[in-house]
């Protein structure tokens, strides 16, 4: 937590990073109620593009990230044919339904490349080895994007799952810069990386408004805390808060019409809500102890956050009007930065363990905590929308960068490899 929060040597506090859901019901998070589907990944067929060797690079540089977000995503099995093995594409026009189904592909997706007049497509379909149909088609152009190849890994989840995909989906996250932090923003793999602030000063603490086209955050740039607004399209920048004290750990509401932060003008740091558009404050929390790092549950009637008042950091659970606040973590003795799931039962949070931060679940029923790292110092959680992954900050490896996992720990895998990147939001699908 130590280089984490530069704000803790103000406030003796720590900030936290909030993501909300779309969600208005909870629903149980649990990767057993789907079984995956056994997708089989064909050759590239690029017959009709031997002249185009662009196109069929390109194609390739496509296919790659296209897998890399299928498996990713929890909903596939990826199924690829044996290396040294031909008859896995298609043959006058046809698959081989048998040579596939001995693989264990339930359905195929198909790339081609194919040339219509004077320009070459690109052609993803794919194939159900059951009903012997095709279930999905789509064309693409072949610019080998970044960007187009996760557009078409979403649209496959889509169409074969009903379910939204996060491979469009992007992480705002702090990067050190010499003494300073300034905010970056990546694809969710980490590529795609550009700068989003040149303050020269420190930046911190992004978090997504609804609808994914601005950030709120914490910006130094004038000498004293101040929660900021970006328009990710103009570039544009616009003060939120800015009163007396420290302004810190902004959290925007579900509906996008308030934002939750923590405020220590009345003496004690606590938590307000604020309506950008009214300028209305409203104070939620009135405690001697230090209230800070609010996030919402996704439908918008609770916030979790973190508090003192048991002489430790725990987390508590109030009613978005302040009332009925109730202790959520017993388990730890230091327990900071808490994330709601968008699905709604479960709230991430770091818990400090044999003297490390891990990032750890516990559902908010308050059963089941459960600790998802264990090298290094760990933090900042932050949900996918979907919320079946996580995002956060990990040292393991000496300086912190980004790292990403799924909901139960599994596949966690380094985004990042730079001086230092820390408190990531993962932004919403738009």
């Given at each position: 937590?130590?280089?984490?929060?530069?704000?803790?040597?103000?406030?003796?506090?720590?900030?936290?990073?909030?993501?909300f859901?779309?969600?208005?019901?909870?629903?149980?998070?649990?990767?057993?109620?789907?079984?995956?589907?056994?997708?089989?990944?064909?050759?590239l067929?690029?017959?009709?593009?031997?002249?185009?060797?662009?196109?069929?690079?390109n194609?390739?540089?496509?296919l790659?990230?296209?897998?890399?977000?299928?498996?990713?995503?929890?909903?596939?099995?990826?199924?690829?044919p044996?290396?040294?093995?031909?008859?896995?594409?298609?043959?006058?026009?046809?698959?081989?339904?048998g040579?596939?189904q001995?693989?264990?592909?339930?359905?195929?997706?198909?790339?081609?490349?194919?040339?219509?007049?004077?320009?070459v497509?690109?052609?993803?379909?794919?194939?159900?080895?059951g009903?012997?149909?095709?279930?999905?088609?789509?064309?693409?152009?072949?610019?080998?994007?970044r960007?187009?190849?996760?557009?078409?890994?979403?649209?496959?989840?889509?169409?074969?799952?009903?379910?939204?995909?996060?491979?469009s989906?992007?992480?705002?996250f702090?990067?050190?810069?010499?003494?300073?932090?300034e905010?970056?923003?990546?694809?969710?793999?980490?590529?795609?990386?550009r700068?989003?602030?040149?303050?020269?000063?420190?930046?911190?603490?992004?978090?997504?408004?609804?609808?994914?086209g601005?950030?709120?955050?914490?910006?130094?740039?004038?000498?004293?805390?101040?929660?900021?607004?970006l328009?990710?399209?103009?570039g544009q920048?616009?003060?939120?808060?800015?009163?007396?004290?420290l302004?810190?750990?902004?959290?925007?509401?579900?509906?996008?019409k308030?934002l939750?932060?923590?405020?220590?003008?009345?003496?004690?740091?606590?938590?307000?809500?604020?309506?950008?558009?009214?300028?209305?404050?409203?104070?939620?929390?009135?405690?001697?102890?230090?209230?800070?790092?609010?996030?919402?549950?996704?439908?918008?009637?609770?916030?979790?956050?973190?508090?003192?008042r048991?002489?430790s950091?725990?987390?508590?659970?109030?009613?978005?009007?302040?009332?009925n606040?109730?202790?959520?973590?017993?388990?730890?003795?230091?327990?900071?930065s808490?994330?709601?799931?968008?699905?709604g039962?479960?709230?991430?949070?770091?818990?400090?363990?044999?003297?490390?931060?891990?990032?750890?679940?516990?559902?908010?029923?308050?059963?089941?905590?459960?600790?998802?790292?264990?090298?290094?110092?760990?933090?900042?959680?932050?949900?996918?929308?979907?919320?079946?992954?996580?995002?956060?900050?990990?040292s393991?490896?000496?300086?912190?960068?980004?790292?990403?996992?799924?909901?139960?720990?599994?596949?966690?895998?380094?985004?990042?490899?730079?001086?230092?990147?820390?408190?990531?939001?993962?932004?919403?699908?738009?």
């Amino acid at each position: 937590m130590k280089i984490k929060y530069v704000l803790l040597i103000l406030l003796s506090t720590i900030l936290c990073q909030n993501v909300f859901g779309r969600a208005d019901v909870y629903l149980k998070l649990s990767t057993s109620e789907r079984r995956q589907l056994e997708l089989g990944i064909a050759p590239l067929q690029a017959q009709d593009a031997k002249d185009h060797p662009e196109a069929i690079v390109n194609a390739q540089k496509m296919l790659e990230i296209i897998g890399d977000d299928l498996a990713f995503s929890l909903y596939f099995k990826l199924v690829y044919p044996p290396s040294l093995l031909e008859g896995y594409g298609l043959k006058k026009g046809r698959l081989d339904i048998g040579a596939w189904q001995m693989l264990g592909a339930r359905q195929v997706l198909i790339p081609e490349l194919k040339q219509e007049k004077k320009k070459v497509i690109l052609k993803l379909s794919v194939f159900d080895l059951g009903i012997q149909r095709q279930v999905f088609s789509k064309d693409f152009e072949p610019d080998g994007s970044r960007a187009a190849a996760h557009a078409a890994s979403d649209l496959i989840i889509k169409n074969l799952s009903g379910e939204d995909g996060v491979s469009s989906t992007k992480i705002a996250f702090s990067l050190k810069s010499g003494k300073n932090k300034e905010l970056m923003l990546a694809d969710y793999d980490g590529g795609g990386l550009r700068a989003l602030t040149n303050f020269n000063s420190i930046n911190i603490s992004p978090d997504w408004q609804p609808g994914g086209g601005a950030l709120a955050f914490v910006s130094f740039y004038r000498n004293r805390t101040d929660i900021v607004s970006l328009n990710l399209a103009s570039g544009q920048t616009a003060i939120i808060s800015q009163t007396e004290g420290l302004n810190t750990s902004p959290a925007w509401s579900p509906d996008g019409k308030s934002l939750a932060l923590t405020l220590s003008k009345d003496g004690n740091a606590e938590i307000y809500l604020l309506s950008p558009e009214t300028k209305e404050l409203r104070r939620l929390t009135n405690s001697w102890a230090i209230d800070c790092s609010p996030s919402w549950s996704p439908n918008g009637r609770e916030l979790v956050f973190n508090s003192d008042r048991p002489g430790s950091p725990q987390l508590y659970i109030m009613d978005s009007e302040g009332a009925n606040i109730r202790r959520l973590t017993y388990q730890g003795g230091y327990n900071t930065s808490p994330s709601w799931s968008p699905r709604g039962d479960k709230i991430a949070f770091v818990s400090r363990i044999d003297g490390r931060f891990q990032v750890c679940t516990i559902d908010i029923t308050g059963d089941n905590f459960v600790q998802l790292t264990y090298e290094g110092d760990n933090e900042d959680p932050s949900w996918s929308p979907d919320g079946l992954h996580l995002c956060f900050s990990s040292s393991r490896t000496g300086s912190h960068q980004i790292w990403r996992m799924h909901w139960d720990g599994s596949a966690q895998q380094a985004i990042t490899n730079n001086g230092g990147s820390y408190m990531p939001a993962w932004g919403p699908v738009q």
